[in-house]
């Protein structure tokens, strides 16, 4: 006997906004009920002395040390600027506000 019905199907069906068939409803009640007993044996599963991960691999980040370089003058970005105005990029207005 399967630990889902059709009836479990179809309304997780219409929460999931899917169109199932009828022929459908049966199908995917024994494969849901398979997945169930899937996710039951692997809960039962003693991991009492398995430490919490993130991953089983030991994970690193690699960076490059920091250097620091000069950065870009305002002079310079507003060099390159169609339009600037008041040592600012200037843009056309969007907005009526003043």
Known sequence: MSAISRDEVAHL????RLALEEHELDAFA???DAILGH???VSEVDVSD???TASPLAVTNVTRPDVIVPGLGPDSALAE????????F???RILEEE
């Open 13 to 16: 069906a219409r929460l999931s």
């Open 30 to 32: 024994g494969q849901l």
């Open 39 to 41: 996710v039951k044996a």
């Open 50 to 52: 398995v430490d919490a």
């Open 81 to 88: 600027a169609p339009a600037s105005e008041q040592s600012r």
């Open 90 to 92: 200037a843009v056309p």
